[in-house]
């Protein structure tokens, strides 16, 4: 073959390998594309997973086992003394009263669609106030309520079909988008809802007191002897190892010393820096400092199992149906909770939503039997659903 016609047949078969190997790239390009939305929350999980089960991760002090102390138990069964040098307990402190309160909704869903609307979820924590906790009142705090969401705020909330099936038992209470921006002690400042929430329900128990239950948490009993406790609040240890008092449940007396402390402390403070250090790390610095204004539940009591990865799977894996009637007889023998010095369960959708909760429906709820399910299942309705097939 002569030397001209060999280098042009390498060159056109050069050209070839180089059009098919761009051709392969764009297509495994194209594919990649197409499969994102199925491959990318695997692989999100896959690697959340990793980050949160590695041996070095911060969540092996969180779920450790722990035993709870006399003084812990003392303020479970409101046996605690209302101050260090008091020779006896006080009988005739005005009982805290029995009044729940939730917030939701302080950003508009029509803005902002990632916040959602009130759910199935949300309406399942305010029936267990209703039936676990036999509330006396029971208040849901509110900016934007309705469902399909609308652009301005205390639209007809009753458009939530959950809130109808909750009216006659709750009360609806209207807080303005203004009144919310009034919260901030930085004017102009950009605070999460979370962080507006975190200093409305210390407002609220302030100036009423009563319970405070966040939409993800669960009452599963009275909280007949927290609301006779000689302090002014009492809030539950976040982790086996103790590491803050959570401000997602908490019981109080109104003009709670405490809270006063506590609400002082988010003055000038710059919010956006921060996640949870006023909400859950604070507090426990500031019972320390001040132990006789507060009353400190062992982890059991509000927030076990705590939210690590392996205790939320826990908590939402499937059950055998030897297991299933196990809970079952437990669950009953502890008048609803999984263990007898809880009363309530905080169902961490942070970090439970995208993997549970955002999945389950009454039908699933009444249906499948795992640990979450098997707890909140009476609360749902009759009429709520039909029965999954």
């Known amino acids: 073959m002569p030397l001209w016609l060999l280098n042009n047949k390498m060159r056109w078969e050069g050209a070839s390998l180089l059009r098919r190997r761009r051709t392969s790239v764009i297509f495994l390009v194209v594919l990649v594309i197409l499969l994102a939305p199925y491959i990318w929350p695997s692989l999100y999980n896959f690697g959340d997973w990793v980050r949160q089960t590695n041996p070095w991760s911060e969540q092996y002090e969180v779920q450790k086992d722990f035993v709870s102390t006399p003084d812990e138990l003392d303020c479970l069964y409101g046996r605690t003394r209302p101050l260090a040098d008091a020779a006896e307990p006080q009988t005739d402190i005005e009982p805290i009263p029995n009044h729940v309160h939730f917030i939701f909704g302080l950003r508009n869903p029509y803005e902002n669609p990632s916040v959602g609307t009130f759910d199935f979820i949300s309406y399942l924590a305010l029936r267990s106030a209703i039936v676990g906790m036999r509330a006396d009142n029971i208040s849901l705090h509110y900016t934007y309520l309705a469902d399909p969401p609308a652009p301005e705020p205390n639209t007809d909330p009753l458009s939530n079909s959950w809130i109808r099936h909750l009216k006659d038992d709750i009360t609806l209470v209207y807080h303005s988008p203004e009144e919310m921006d009034a919260l901030k002690n930085q004017p102009g400042a950009h605070w999460q809802a979370a962080h507006i929430s975190d200093v409305l329900r210390l407002k609220l128990l302030r100036e009423q007191g009563g319970i405070y239950l966040d ?175």
């Open 215 to 389: 939409i993800d948490a669960f009452g599963l009993r009275p909280f007949t002897d927290l609301l006779r406790s000689p302090r002014d609040i009492i809030m539950g240890h976040e982790g086996g190892n103790r590491g803050g008092l959570c401000n997602a449940i908490m019981v109080a007396r109104k003009n709670s010393a405490f809270i006063d402390r506590w609400a002082a402390e988010y003055n000038n403070v710059d919010l956006s820096q921060e996640w949870n250090f006023h909400s859950v790390t604070l507090p426990k610095q500031l019972q320390l400092q001040h132990p006789d204004e507060i009353c400190a539940l062992p982890p059991s009591t509000f927030f076990w199992p705590t939210w690590t990865w392996h205790h939320v799977q826990w908590m939402h894996e499937p059950l055998t149906r030897q297991q299933a009637r196990q809970w079952t007889t437990e669950i009953d023998r502890n008048g609803g909770s999984l263990f007898g010095e809880q009363l309530a369960y905080h169902a961490w959708s942070q970090m439970a939503w995208d993997r549970y909760l955002s999945k389950l429906t009454p039908e699933k709820v009444r249906t499948r039997d795992t640990r979450f399910n098997l707890l909140v299942r009476r609360f749902i309705q009759d009429d709520v659903g039909a029965v999954w097939q």
